[in-house]
């Protein structure tokens, strides 16, 4: 089995800064792309930030400039740094990666959560 565990969120003033991490754990063979979404009250999950196996990040525009996603392949790790944050940012970030697994069979790619953290931005 294979799992995602969050950490880092909380409550934090306008124009302050939150770094959120995530660790993937169990029989991973690699990951490909991770991430970070979220999800506000009444509204849909949203793509915040990705980063490729190799290092290609791509940034939602809201927060392009504000927030830097990066991962430590060797500890199976991606992070978010959150700076200059915004009451509108305030939302369940949840964790994503694609993780491929190693069977006797032969590998396969799997789509995983973590399950989420609550970032609160007070005006």
């Known amino acids: 089995q294979v799992q995602l565990v969050e950490s880092g969120g909380g409550l934090v003033q306008a124009g302050g800064s939150l770094r959120l991490s995530c660790a993937a754990s169990g029989r991973i063979f690699s990951i490909n792309a991770t991430g970070w979404y979220r999800q506000a009250p009444g509204k849909q999950r949203e793509l915040v930030a990705v980063i490729s196996s190799g290092g290609s990040t791509n940034y939602a525009d809201s927060v392009k400039g504000r927030f830097t996603i990066s991962r430590d392949n060797a500890k199976n790790t991606v992070s978010l740094q959150m700076n200059s944050l915004k009451p509108e940012d305030t939302a369940v970030y949840y964790c994503?990666?694609?993780?491929?697994?190693?069977?006797?069979?032969?590998?396969?790619?799997?789509?995983?959560w973590g399950q989420g953290t609550q970032v609160t931005v007070s005006s």
């Open positions: 994503n990666a694609v993780i491929v697994i190693m069977m006797i069979e032969g590998k396969y790619e799997y789509d995983y």
